[in-house]
């Protein structure tokens, strides 16, 4: 798996958007909680932005629940997509740490 420069694109108040510079796909998470790249902008592409107490940044999808909890957006230590159903805010594969670049 490559290293890559992802944007992220505020859309709304605590709303962003995510694009990967080399793909432009946008960062995407469907009903089911299944991460995926979308070639164009939609609801599922709006991920909420949250700055932890750890200073680490989580994103969950800003349209879908799971029995009223939030999907995050997870990666395994392998670099794969976790799904958003078994994620929990805790959980340090949801943690992110923008850099500017």
Known sequence: ???CILEITSVDVGIVA???IGSNLYLAI???????GARNYDI?????ERIEE???NTYASAEWKNNNR???VGLSARGRPLRG????????ATHF????V
Request: aromatic residues 8%.
């Open 44 to 48: 599922n592409c709006r991920l909420k």
């Open 85 to 92: 159903r078994k994620n929990r805010r805790k959980n340090t």
């Open 70 to 72: 939030q999907m995050f």
């Open 18 to 20: 995510i694009r990967g």
């Open 54 to 56: 750890n200073g680490y």
């Open 30 to 36: 469907n009903k089911k909680g299944e991460l995926y």
């Open 97 to 100: 740490l923008p850099i500017l």
């Open 1 to 3: 798996m490559r290293p």
